[in-house]
Structures are given as C-alpha cells and as structure tokens.
C-alpha cells in the first residue's frame, strides 16, 4: 500500500460556544489562536479563559508555519493511511493535527512544516493540517 | 491526615473469564464482587461503601448499588479517571474509612470490549462539548496513536530503540505462560515484537495489550475488621494522583502525572525504591510501563530504555519483577480498562499467593501504578504502595 498521503473523509468540527472565530478563519485559509489580554501568552486549544491566569482571551492570526514535534503513522488505518502529529507553531503553542501532502512514511520529528487546510464533509469548515516546507 | 496504615486490602477478585458473550456488563461486575466477598469472608450487607467508575453501566455507582442489592451504603464515589479509576478508588476508600465514613468498601470493574468488538484503534466518543474535540477529532486521535506520540517523542529525545520497548512485552509473557487464564500465555522474544506488523509507529501490534472481557473487584476495610478476617494482612501504606493534560499548548511528552503521584505514594508511605519488591505497572502499552518506571523514579529520565532490557522485569532474572499475571500485555486488560488488575497482582504477591513460578520471595512491599485516558493528550495518574504485615 502506498504511503503517500491520501485524503480521508474527516468529520465537520463541532463548533462550539467561544469556537466560531477559529473556524470562520478556517474558512478563509487562516489559523487563528489565542492570546492573553493579561499576561499576553499564546494557548492552544482555544479557550474563553487563559488557561495560565483566567485573564480574558482574543484571537490572533498565527503565521502557520512550526515544527512536527511527535507523529504516528498508522499505515493500515482505513479507508486510507493517516499520520497523526503534534506541530509546535512558531508561535510556541504545540497543537494536535495531521501530517499531509507528502509521503508519510517519511516523515521526521524536528521537520519544518507549514499549514494547508483541508476540507471537511457536508460542508463543515476546513481543518489545519500542516505539510513539509 | 495520611491514609497510612488506616485500611487494608481484604479482598481481591479477578474474573476468570477473557470473552464473556453470554454475560452482561452488569453480571460481571456482582460476580466480580461476589468473588472478592468470598475472598475476604464478608457478606454483601457487610459493604457500606462502594466504588466504581465509567465501565459501571448508567448513572454513577446508582445503578449498580441497585442492580447488586447495595442497600446499607453510607459511602459512595464514582471517580473516573480512566483504568486508574480504582487505584483512585483504593485510596479514596482509605481516606473515607480514616474519616469513619466507612468501614467495608467495595470497588468493581468490568467490561465485554472484545464481544462488542471495540479496541484501541476506534475514536471514543465521550461526547461533543468536551473543549478538546473540535481542535481534535477531526485529525483521527485514538489511543493507541496517542500513546505511540509518547513513544516517538521518547525515541528521539533520548534514543529510546524498539528492541528495548520490546523487552517489556517480552518479560510480560515470560510470565503469563504460567498464569492458566492469560489470554496470550506464548513466550515472545524481541524479535517476534519487532516482526509483528505496525499499528501506529513505532508501536508494533505486540507492543499494545490485549482485549478482554472480564471485571474485577477489591474489598477496602478498617484495621480492626482486616483483623478479624483470616486472610493474609495487606496494608494501604501511601497513596497519589494526579492529572496531567497538554499544559496550554505547551505539549511535553517526556513525562507523565506519575511524576507526581510516584513522589506524592513514596513520601506518604517513608518507603524508597529499594524495598519496593514488586511493581504493577499499567501496561497499555510497552510505552506506558517505560515512561511510568521512569517517572516513578525506578531509574533516571531518559534511561527506561537500558533499565527494560535484558529481562531486568521479569520474576527470578531481573532486578524489578512487574506484571506476574503477565499485565495487561498479555493476561488481561478488562473493559479496556487494566486498573484493578494492576492492585490485584500485588496483593497476591505480598500474600504469597502469585504462581509459584512468579512469585517474589520476602515480597513484603509492593507498588501498584495506572495510567488513565490517553498519555499523549490528557491523563490520570494513580499510585499505591502497599505492604504485608
């Protein structure tokens, strides 16, 4: 079986209460994340709370670009091969997605990476996963 | 206050059964419970506290309590933290004895993953509005790819090699060949581990344990009662938890919440890692008892890898014999939960009562260690050290 990357069928997100922003930017090609108006640190996943000091929290576009901090390639998951990944953004925040446009198994930890966005099913909005630089 | 010395494990129970078609999910749980009951010398009126977590069909421990005929209950508590849930519980029905909220509890577990046909390579769903979900399910998170980030991040920090994550399957079915109710009692080699396909790298599909039905149950009671029973002494000496997630988006894979609950069960219980004589380490996976060992303080950071290998944890040959019953690597991880499993062992160890080709000689302190929900994004942590007296 090939492990070049092949596009699965991904649920819509849930979009939740305080998530809209981050999806809505999604739909535009954007990676939005957020910072704290207190203490000014960048969290991930998103949250109404900063989850460093409770202060209130606003989005902030993020570059897209990071380094693939752990992965796992699951070469016999169906209908197609997946590689799960954590990317760490430039920003500092490490977030959970996939690894694609590339032959996963070759793949590294430590590789630079940049977001490309991929579409969801019945018309959810697009989801970041990030691609070798 | 401390829980030391305040409670005694005075009965232990572990289903024999590995693919329970026939039973229901409730069923397994009182005959779990019956078991530890017949094991301990208690009656079910005895019982005035009862635990049980997220395996126990409908609402908290109600339905159960109702279904096995709990009716002096005094005490109850449904802490779910994953497969250390009854670690948890062990220690949370100590606290309440100490605190004469008890006297007799009763913690059960059980579960038929492998009639429903469910495994660690489907999402579980917990439910929508968890926070973590919208940012997460779309990109394919189950537990055994989670548990595999662990193990990739612990091979490139510090060279941590498959052969050495190997060795602790290998260990685990040196023992289970002599535990008749192991689901896998075949001696693998390091070899066969690493020849096995893989499921999510670097884990190998023997790196991952089995899927059984089954239950179990444990009897926690006050000194003076312990007393009056005729089994074996086995006292509740410390006890820790913790939960650890994804930090705010600063992910670090190199260490688990046993980082805390290891030091928090060590200084309540004045015990070094010297005099523990066993351990039962959850073992998901052969990633989960490496990156628990080190962060119990069994060896340094970084050095799981050289301290697994060779049969360093296999009974007679190793330094740290783990998982005599051959843990859930290879005898049992019920409900896809092995928590009870894990305090069960070391009670029969500090008994005397482990398979006599397993069994620790002067095993007189033990350790019992579980990780609960997924070690590469947010986890529970529970540890006890217990002793014979």
């Known amino acids: 079986m090939s492990t070049m990357f092949q596009a699965n069928p991904l649920p819509a997100p849930v979009i939740e209460p305080g998530t809209e922003p981050y999806f809505d930017g999604a739909r535009e090609g954007k990676l939005m994340i957020k910072y704290c108006k207190s203490c000014s640190k960048p969290h991930f996943y998103p949250r109404t709370l900063c989850p460093f000091c409770f202060g209130d929290t606003e989005w902030k576009q993020a570059k897209g670009t990071g380094t693939i901090y752990s992965f796992s390639f699951m070469p016999k998951a169906t209908p197609n091969p997946y590689c799960i990944a954590y990317v760490t953004l430039d920003e500092g925040v490490t977030m959970m997605t996939q690894i694609a446009d590339c032959d996963l198994a070759t793949v590294k930890i430590g590789q630079k990476v940049s977001v490309v966005f991929k579409p969801t099913t019945a018309e959810g909005a697009p989801v970041p996963m990030f691609k070798p630089i | 206050m401390t829980i030391r010395d305040k409670a005694y494990i005075v009965g232990a129970y572990e289903h024999p059964t590995r693919k329970a078609p026939d039973k229901s999910v409730a069923q397994l749980h009182a005959e779990s419970a019956k078991g530890a009951l017949e094991d301990a010398g208690l009656k079910l009126s005895d019982i005035d506290g009862y635990f049980c977590a997220g395996d126990a069909p409908g609402l908290g421990m109600i339905s159960m309590a109702d279904y096995m005929g709990l009716t002096n209950l005094r005490h109850v508590d449904s802490t779910e933290t994953g497969g250390c849930s009854y670690l948890i519980h062990v220690s949370h029905a100590a606290q309440a ?37 919208p940012f997460e399910a779309p990109f394919g998170p ?54 096995s396909p893989y499921v999510a790298t670097p884990l190998h599909r023997l790196d991952c344990c089995v899927v059984s039905d089954g239950g179990g149950a444990l ?76 962060d119990l303080g069994f060896c340094k950071k970084g050095e799981g890898g050289k301290f697994v290998a060779d049969g360093n944890l296999i009974s007679g040959v190793g330094k740290l014999p783990f998982n005599t019953d051959g843990g859930g690597l ?21 008994r005397g009562e482990a398979h006599p080709a397993v069994q620790v000689k002067n095993c007189d302190i033990a350790l019992a260690h579980g990780t609960g929900g997924l070690l590469g994004s947010r986890h529970g942590s529970a540890t006890l050290i217990l002793e014979r007296e």
């Open chain 2, 97 to 133: 004895i100490a605190a004469g909220k008890c006297d007799i509890a009763l913690i059960t577990l059980a579960g038929r993953p492998r009639s429903a046909g469910a495994s660690g390579l489907q999402p579980r769903n917990w439910g929508s509005d968890i926070p973590d979900v």
């Open chain 2, 142 to 195: 189950v537990t055994v790819n989670s548990y595999a980030m662990v193990a990739a991040r612990h091979m490139y920090e510090y060279g941590t090699t498959a052969e050495q994550l190997a060795w602790i399957k290998v260990a685990a079915s040196h023992h289970a060949q002599h535990n008749p109710h192991a689901m896998l009692r075949d001696v693998v080699t390091v070899e066969d581990v690493l020849n």
């Open chain 2, 219 to 294: 009897i926690v009671a006050r000194p003076e009662i312990a007393k009056q029973l005729k089994r074996p002494l086995v006292k509740l000496r410390g006890a820790g938890e913790s939960v650890k997630g994804q930090l705010g988006g600063n992910v670090d894979l190199t260490y688990s919440g046993a980082r805390k609950s290891g030091a928090d069960a060590f200084a309540e219980a004045k015990v070094t890692h010297q005099d523990i004589k066993y351990a039962s380490i959850y073992d998901s996976f052969t990633i989960t008892v490496l990156m628990q060992l080190e």
């Open chain 2, 330 to 350: 290879c005898n049992n991880h019920p409900a896809n939960r092995g928590g009870i499993t894990k305090v069960i062992e070391a009670v029969r160890q500090l």
